[in-house]
């Protein structure tokens, strides 16, 4: 039908532009104030906006600055019309207005011409034969509830608003968004264009099979299956290029014809059931001849008898019968029995059989089995058959529900009519196959009806032999409203992929939007016959069917979804005309949907889902930016507050834990990140697929830097861009650095959406800002402990990789402390990214004195494997247990440099310079091995103190003014240094409790720089701050974290927040 997919002319003159229409829906209040102004006006409007105000209004005068007046508002959106535009010519003439259908002839009929198809003339019976009158009732009922639940999911979804071209596309797309709609909509359009070849091959085998078989040109196809579909190729290519011509030089013919081919399907359908009761005793026209309980063929009727010469020639070869042949006797056998013979309970049970098996009275193997691998004349099953495959051929017969929906734009009242007329016209087809069914069931003789092509019976039509007056009405009634079937298909697909092309969603279809001169889709035509003469090389209807029945199904369950989830999201634009549907209806039938697709053929189906897929994830790819208000971005709201909800109940469990992360960024003095990796650090974690919040401080009063503050809040955006972070980014304005960073880490987040992580960079150059730079660092540690959160501090973040970059190499991770397994999990999530993915993990650990490093190995290698992580293992021993002079010359300087600078009364710069002259005054003493005792809890404090030192004499931060001053203080250094350097160390003796930390710190950094020296990454604990706020003990904890990292380039410092984040659990 031509106009198919037509759209009605608004009633006002001037139609919105589709994409302006789509935006209109979707503009800020004050961007569509701004369009209501030309731009050479705005400047006197500004003056005159308040003498414009109603004097009603004027309480909203600040309101009506930046937002419209309600009619203005209205004015925007008066003409919006939510609906694909016809193609349109500039020289063409105006189109008639179209003709306004009432339920029957817009809604009813073309329902009904479009479910009727081929395979309830040429399919039916075989069904009913092969799976049984109960079998094949569920078969039909199955495919009947499918398309009955689907219609009522599409009469509210098609009645909540004006539903243009396109049908299910159109309803989909706007319910659950472009992305479902492109990959629906070519889903249908698929199954209309294969529908269209299955109706051509049918059409053909109608002709060879039962009208003139002596049109074969590959010899007698009774007898070779191969030879029938190669004439089906044949034959249905010349049949498809005829189509083709018809569809492409006159539309108005095929819409002149569907009331031809609705007529022919009507009456043969009258026929059938008065022939059914014509013959309620049975007809002497039809009689079969069978072998023991087997069907044979090409045997004339009048030789069927086991004496006859005829029959003798063929089992008995060169005078050597076959065993079944002698066993058994010949009979005669009518095939039309009659309502009244009882018939029906001989056809109750299902026949199912493989392939090559013969047709057969009963489940004996000895009749039904191929035991000497010669058929002779006995019918053989030529594809396996169950119950699943038998839904799958029959399913297109039940599809076609769509034909009202696309008419919406004829219809008088398509509120109205498109659901009582889909409904009613599912309930008549429903009608007529259940019934014909049973009356199948209850006429015909079992091998007859399982008998496919009607071999037994000289080639004729079993249905065409059942109806009145005559065989011929249904043989030219099922050609010509198949031919009918046909037709329709090829004109409404080419029409649905144009309105898919047309909406833009998906980029290489848009050569089809195009029309001719004479508004006809061409080139969209011609791509529909290329892919429906792929159909037809298949030259099987048996196999062209469940492969359509695929994509029906997919659009089916997709209608079904999008009524669902509108249903469910309660969503104030959800007003279907239509009040009899349900949500659980819509699952049910989604439900039933997907099962008839994996029952019937999980290869099939697997590829119209692959299909489905492969499109959804393209147009999102490409971004198809449409603002539909579709039910999608509804649910995002909805599932997005209750998934809130529903988190804030309780922590999450071990198994469903991520990292959701904080990176605190600091910013230079242009308000620029001061390390841009840290980004791509973060994203290289995304794999948890957790939350990422990128925070930055500023310092300062908020009311007078605020936009400071927005400029900074962009720039952070942009780096979050630039390294491909997904997430959120803020800035705070506080009094204090370090009280603006405890704010952001006790309040952001929301509900259970509250990060649980959070990335911190190292203050490189804390010795020369002094107390206030470790004050801030110790201070964020200490806030983040407190909230129970995890601490990640990259050490030498400079170095680590771009996230386009690929590494490979070692992971090390130095697990000294269990505090929930985050170093576990940490390198896992790195792997998962292309940047460390060719990277080994290798996990070492520190045996104490009593540990059994053998058992201890064994032990983590099996806690590994039931974590499914793969690394190495190693157990590392220090049995010298010795403290070094060099740890205690290096605790004695930390401990009196600020009671030496305080006496020496340097100033800041020089603080640095010696400091660094005394660390490598002794940086080469020797150093004899220890063994760390980590029963001993002060060990742990050790570890912490030195770290400081070892980052300042190895530190990246290219400001850091020791790295180059230190080797020219060390040089010449005075001799008031050296006095005071050795007065210290004569007079005063270090704190035992800050050696054992130095010693801890200094041994450690021995052992990881040994082993993991040339590693891409060394993860360990990070030791805890001290507990005492005071500014020696803060110093000397930088102290040790800057020993125990000496001589690494990339070290990433990790602390639990004291929760189980993995598990060996499933």
């Not at 209004?57 to 939510?82: C, G, K, Q, V």
């Amino acid at each position: 039908m031509p106009d198919r997919f037509q759209v009605t002319k608004a009633d006002e003159d001037t139609v919105l532009d589709y994409h302006q229409d789509e935006s209109a829906s979707g503009k800020l209040l004050g961007d569509i104030h701004d369009e209501t102004l030309d731009s050479g006006d705005i400047h006197r409007a500004e003056e005159n906006q308040k003498s414009n105000i109603d004097p009603n209004l004027y309480l909203y005068d600040d309101d009506l600055a930046t937002r419209p007046h309600i009619s203005t508002f209205i004015s925007s959106i008066a003409n919006y019309e939510n609906t694909i535009p016809a193609a349109t010519d500039p020289d063409a003439k105006p189109p008639q207005p179209s003709a306004r259908m009432g339920t029957l002839i817009g809604v009813f009929l073309p329902c009904i011409q479009n479910i009727f198809g081929v395979i309830l003339f040429i399919r039916l019976t075989w069904v009913v034969g092969t799976a049984g009158a109960v079998c094949g009732f569920l078969i039909v009922l199955t495919c009947c509830c499918v398309t009955m639940l689907t219609a009522i999911s599409m009469s509210a979804i098609a009645t909540n608003g004006v539903v243009p071209a396109g049908g299910s596309y159109f309803m989909i797309s706007r319910s659950l968004g472009p992305e479902f709609g492109g990959a629906v909509g070519m889903l249908f359009y698929t199954g209309t264009t294969l529908a269209a070849a299955m109706y051509i091959v049918g059409a053909v085998e109608i002709v060879l099979t039962y009208m003139a078989p002596w049109a074969s040109i590959f010899g007698d196809f009774t007898k070779d299956a191969d030879a029938m579909y190669n004439n089906f190729r044949v034959y249905g290519t010349v049949l498809l290029i005829f189509m083709g011509l018809i569809v492409f030089v006159g539309v108005k013919f095929v819409n002149k014809f569907a009331t031809v081919a609705l007529a022919c399907v009507i009456l043969s359908i009258i026929a059938v059931y008065v022939g059914i009761f014509d013959n309620i005793h049975g007809n002497e026209k039809l009689y079969m001849c069978v072998l023991g309980k087997r069907l044979l063929k090409d045997i004339p009727i009048d030789n069927c008898t086991k004496d006859d010469s005829f029959m003798r020639d063929i089992y008995c070869p060169n005078n050597k019968c076959d065993d079944y042949y002698l066993n058994n006797n010949v009979s005669k056998v009518k095939g039309i029995k009659g309502l009244a013979s009882g018939v029906f309970y001989d056809n109750v049970w299902p026949s199912f059989l493989e392939k090559g098996q013969f047709i057969s009275y009963g489940h004996d193997s000895i009749d039904i089995e191929n035991i000497d691998n010669e058929s002779y004349n006995q019918i053989m099953a030529d594809i396996t058959t169950t119950f699943t495959l038998l839904i799958g051929i029959f399913f297109p017969s039940v599809t076609g529900i769509m034909a009202g929906s696309n008419r919406s734009g004829d219809l008088a009242d398509a509120q109205k009519s498109i659901p009582i007329g889909t409904i009613c016209a599912i309930l008549t087809t429903s009608t007529v196959y259940l019934s014909s069914v049973l009356f199948f069931a209850g006429t015909v003789d079992n091998l007859l009806l399982r008998d496919k092509f009607g071999q037994s019976i000289g080639g004729k039509l079993v249905v065409a032999n059942i109806a009145w007056p005559n065989q011929w009405v249904i043989l030219i009634g099922s050609f010509l409203s198949t031919l009918g079937a046909g037709l329709q298909s090829l004109t409404g697909a080419p029409r649905l992929l144009q309105a898919i092309a047309r909406d833009e969603i998906i980029p290489f279809l848009a050569p089809f939007a195009k029309s001719s001169k004479r508004g006809e889709p061409t080139r969209a035509l011609l791509l529909t016959i290329v892919i429906c003469q792929c159909g037809i090389l298949l030259g099987n209807v048996d196999l062209l069917a469940p492969l359509l029945s695929m994509f029906f199904l997919m659009c089916y369950g997709f209608v079904n979804l999008a009524c669902a989830v509108q249903t469910l999201l309660r969503t104030p634009n959800w007003r279907p005309r239509f009040k009899f549907y349900h949500w659980s209806l819509s699952l049910i039938g989604l439900t039933l949907c997907i099962s008839v697709m994996i029952m019937t053929s999980w290869y099939f189906a697997l590829i119209a889902m692959g299909m489905a897929i492969v499109i959804y994830k393209y147009i999102e790819y490409r971004g198809a930016e449409k603002e539909w208000g579709d039910g999608i971005r509804g649910m995002a709201l909805t599932a997005a507050r209750f998934s809130l909800l529903r988190l804030e109940e309780g922590p999450p469990h071990t198994k469903n834990w991520r990292p959701q992360i904080l990176v605190l960024s600091k910013l230079n003095d242009n308000l620029l990140p001061k390390y841009r990796k840290i980004f791509s650090f973060a994203t290289q974690l995304k794999a948890g697929k957790g939350l990422t919040i990128c925070v930055s401080v500023l310092k300062g009063d908020h009311t007078k830097i605020a936009n400071k503050a927005v400029d900074a809040k962009s720039t952070l955006r942009k780096y979050m861009t630039d390294e491909k972070v997904k997430g959120f980014c803020d800035i705070l304005v506080a009094q204090q650095i370090g009280e603006g960073l405890s704010s952001v880490i006790q309040t952001i987040g929301l509900g259970g959406m509250k990060p649980n992580t959070v990335i911190i960079g190292w203050p490189y150059s804390w010795r020369q800002e002094g107390r206030n730079s470790w004050r801030t660092f110790i201070q964020t540690v200490r806030t983040v402990a407190a909230c129970h959160m995890a601490l990640m501090v990259p050490k030498g973040i400079n170095f680590y990789p771009e996230s386009n970059h690929k590494i490979g190499g070692n992971i090390d991770i130095w697990w000294i402390v269990h505090d929930g397994g985050l170093l576990m999990l940490l390198p896992f999530l790195l792997k998962q990214h292309r940047t460390w993915r060719n990277c080994k993990l290798r996990i070492f650990t520190v045996a104490q004195i009593e540990d059994n490093s053998i058992q201890m190995k064994k032990d983590l290698k099996t806690f590994l494997y039931h974590l499914r992580i793969e690394a190495d293992v190693e157990v590392v021993e220090m049995n010298n247990s010795d403290i070094s002079a060099y740890t205690y010359e290096r605790t004695l300087m930390m401990e009196q440099r600020n009671q030496m600078l305080r006496a020496l009364g340097l100033n800041k710069k020089e603080n640095s310079k010696v400091v660094q002259t005394i660390v490598d005054h002794h940086y080469d003493a020797t150093r004899t091995a220890s063994k760390v005792r980590f029963a001993d809890p002060t060990i742990e404090e050790t570890q912490n103190h030195e770290s400081h030192n070892d980052e300042k004499r190895n530190s990246i931060d290219s400001d850091a003014p020791e790295e180059t001053d230190a080797p020219e203080t060390t040089s010449s250094k005075d001799e008031s240094t050296e006095k005071a350097d050795s007065k210290f160390k004569s007079n005063v003796k270090p704190d035992e409790f800050n050696v054992r930390r130095m010693h801890t710190a200094i041994k450690l950094n021995e052992v990881i720089v040994e082993k993991s020296q040339d590693a891409q990454l060394v993860i360990m604990n990070l030791p805890g701050p001290p507990r005492e706020v005071r500014a020696e003990r803060e110093s000397n904890y930088m102290e040790f974290l800057e020993v125990l990292t000496e001589g690494l380039e990339k070290v990433l410092m990790v602390r639990g927040g004291g929760r189980e984040v993995i598990t060996i659990y499933s």
